[in-house]
């Protein structure tokens, strides 16, 4: 295959043929870069698995703030009626 080698500032660029581009890398319609998807999908399943882990954890926390929320909103609503009851009593 043809490959082009030169230097510049002491340093060995090796273009080869057999390489993609970029342009090629990231074209969707390419023949060369679509013939191996099963590693990708299997990649995509661990990938998937490993998020929905993630997910149901961060529901989990998600959960535990809500009711820390409504817990404490409801202890203060608690006392501002209890401080109003108290003020407008002893009048």
Do not use: C, P
């Amino acid at each position: 295959m043809l490959s082009l080698t030169f230097k510049e500032n002491s340093r060995e660029y090796l273009m080869a043929s057999e390489e993609s581009s970029w342009a090629e890398q990231w074209d969707v319609h390419n023949e060369t870069t679509s013939n191996d998807n099963s590693g990708k999908k299997k990649m995509a399943g661990n990938l998937k698995a490993a998020a929905s882990a993630g997910l149901g954890k961060a529901k989990a926390v998600a959960t535990v703030g809500a009711q820390k929320v409504k817990t404490g909103t409801n202890t203060g609503i608690k006392w501002i009626k209890n401080q109003y009851n108290k003020r407008t009593s002893s009048k």
